[in-house]
């Protein structure tokens, strides 16, 4: 599976837009989840409309991981916070930032 940017533009689709992408990763179990996004944090810079993709895709995640209770390190990155505090709104365990 291909995910990130082309480096050698050997694909005109992916050329055209690079995506950033969401990395979860649970060091218990070393399982690593990488979902691609429109763009970093909950909305667009340009818009104000939110998107709750990225928060669903890490509570699906954490769902299928089974934890109630997960401590969360981040980069401290307003795009990130914001998606932190969607998942602690949209999952029923607890989260501790």
């Known amino acids: 599976m291909?995910?990130?940017?082309?480096?050698?533009?050997?694909?005109?689709?992916?050329?055209?837009?690079?995506l950033p992408v969401l990395v979860v990763y649970d060091r218990f179990t070393k399982m690593i989840c990488a979902h691609p996004v429109e763009h970093k944090g909950m909305k667009a810079l340009t818009s104000e409309v939110v998107n709750p993709y990225p928060a669903k895709r890490v509570v699906r995640d954490l769902d299928r991981l089974g934890y109630k209770r997960v401590v969360v390190n981040t980069d401290q990155e307003p795009g990130i916070l914001a998606v932190v505090r969607a998942i602690k709104e949209m999952w029923s365990g607890e989260l501790v930032p």
Do not use: H, T, Y
């Open 2 to 18: 291909f995910l990130g940017s082309d480096p050698k533009g050997q694909n005109p689709a992916i050329a055209a837009k690079e």
